[in-house]
């Protein structure tokens, strides 16, 4: 009839009630009566000492209570903190590796004789169809179509679109690219085109050059679009037929365009020095 927690709560009312009355009469007798006295002791002891634990017990669970959501709070006011100091942590460590390939960039940049501007590339095309990235430097900045685009690495491509603040760049991996260049140990003469996958064709290369894998391959100057000199990447595949003119060739761009975050575009090939004299 009565459940089991019922049945507690009114044992210890029971026993609370018998405390107070046994120490109400006691209290009315400073000296009570030993009879009286060992009755008391014998009764009241056991039932004082059941309370005792009761009210113990009732205590520890509070506390315990308390200081499991006072825990769980500061564990998530902790996890917040925790939080907000990887984020914080890792905006330190972009700033840093930001920093770094910037001033390389300027380094570069003090080190051509061409005057240029930095940019940073804000989108990249996500089709297949073309290889291009957009840039955020555009008209007012001095870009306009045709402008080469560079990095320490290597050439990156041309402007083929340029708007106010933004600019589009042909990638030197896209088919339509090409660049007039020669390998620069043999001197060897022939067009880099892009292809579909990350590296180029080294077209026009005649089977009597000698080329080896691992030379490296820069702009010739004569296409009217990149100034001489510029790395473009290396051999990395060589099928000399037996038959028809040309080598078979392939070339690995220096720059990783999957990682491809700052550019310099060359806005003047007009040699410094010479622009100063005059």
Same mark, same amino acid.
């Given at each position: 009839?009565?459940?089991?927690? #019922? !049945?507690?709560?009114? =044992?210890?009312?029971?026993?609370? #009630?018998?405390?107070?009355?046994?120490? *109400?009469?006691s209290s009315k007798h400073r000296y009570?009566? *030993? #009879?009286? &006295?060992? %009755?008391?002791?014998?009764v009241i002891s056991p039932l004082q000492n059941v309370l005792t634990q009761t009210v113990n017990y009732t205590k520890n669970i509070w506390e315990n209570y308390f200081f499991l959501v006072s825990t769980a709070r500061e564990n998530n006011?902790?996890?917040?903190? !925790?939080?907000?100091?990887? /984020?914080k942590n890792n905006e330190y460590h972009e700033a840093v590796l930001s920093?770094?390939? %910037?001033?390389?960039?300027?380094?570069?940049?003090q080190s051509i004789p061409y005057e240029s501007i930095a940019a940073e590339v804000i989108s990249i095309d996500p089709s297949m169809l073309?290889?291009?990235?957009?840039?955020?430097? &555009?008209?007012?900045?001095?870009?306009k179509i045709g402008f080469p685009v560079i990095t320490p690495q290597g050439i990156?491509? /041309?402007?083929?679109?340029?708007?106010?603040?933004?600019s589009r760049v042909l990638l030197i991996l896209d088919q339509e690219s090409s660049v007039d260049a020669v390998v620069q140990e043999s001197r060897a003469r022939g067009?880099?085109? &892009?292809? *579909?996958?990350? /590296? =180029?064709?080294?077209k026009y290369i005649l089977r009597r050059h000698e080329i080896k894998i691992w030379d490296s391959v820069i702009s010739s100057g004569l296409d009217g679009v990149y100034p001489k000199g510029l790395p473009i990447g290396y051999i990395s595949y060589i099928n000399k037929k037996k038959s028809g003119l040309f080598q078979e060739v392939k070339v690995t761009s220096h720059v990783d365009f999957n990682k491809l975050e700052e550019v310099l575009?060359?806005?003047? /090939? #007009?040699?410094k020095s010479y622009t100063n004299n005059k």
């Amino acid at each position: 009839m009565f459940s089991k927690k #019922t !049945m507690i709560v009114v =044992c210890v009312i029971i026993l609370v #009630t018998a405390n107070i009355i046994v120490l *109400s009469v006691s209290s009315k007798h400073r000296y009570p009566p *030993s #009879t009286f &006295g060992r %009755i008391a002791l014998i009764v009241i002891s056991p039932l004082q000492n059941v309370l005792t634990q009761t009210v113990n017990y009732t205590k520890n669970i509070w506390e315990n209570y308390f200081f499991l959501v006072s825990t769980a709070r500061e564990n998530n006011r902790l996890k917040k903190e !925790m939080g907000y100091l990887i /984020q914080k942590n890792n905006e330190y460590h972009e700033a840093v590796l930001s920093n770094i390939r %910037i001033r390389s960039l300027l380094d570069f940049r003090q080190s051509i004789p061409y005057e240029s501007i930095a940019a940073e590339v804000i989108s990249i095309d996500p089709s297949m169809l073309y290889r291009t990235v957009v840039i955020d430097k &555009g008209k007012i900045n001095g870009v306009k179509i045709g402008f080469p685009v560079i990095t320490p690495q290597g050439i990156v491509g /041309q402007v083929i679109d340029a708007a106010d603040h933004y600019s589009r760049v042909l990638l030197i991996l896209d088919q339509e690219s090409s660049v007039d260049a020669v390998v620069q140990e043999s001197r060897a003469r022939g067009i880099i085109k &892009g292809a *579909s996958s990350d /590296q =180029c064709i080294f077209k026009y290369i005649l089977r009597r050059h000698e080329i080896k894998i691992w030379d490296s391959v820069i702009s010739s100057g004569l296409d009217g679009v990149y100034p001489k000199g510029l790395p473009i990447g290396y051999i990395s595949y060589i099928n000399k037929k037996k038959s028809g003119l040309f080598q078979e060739v392939k070339v690995t761009s220096h720059v990783d365009f999957n990682k491809l975050e700052e550019v310099l575009v060359v806005i003047n /090939q #007009t040699p410094k020095s010479y622009t100063n004299n005059k």
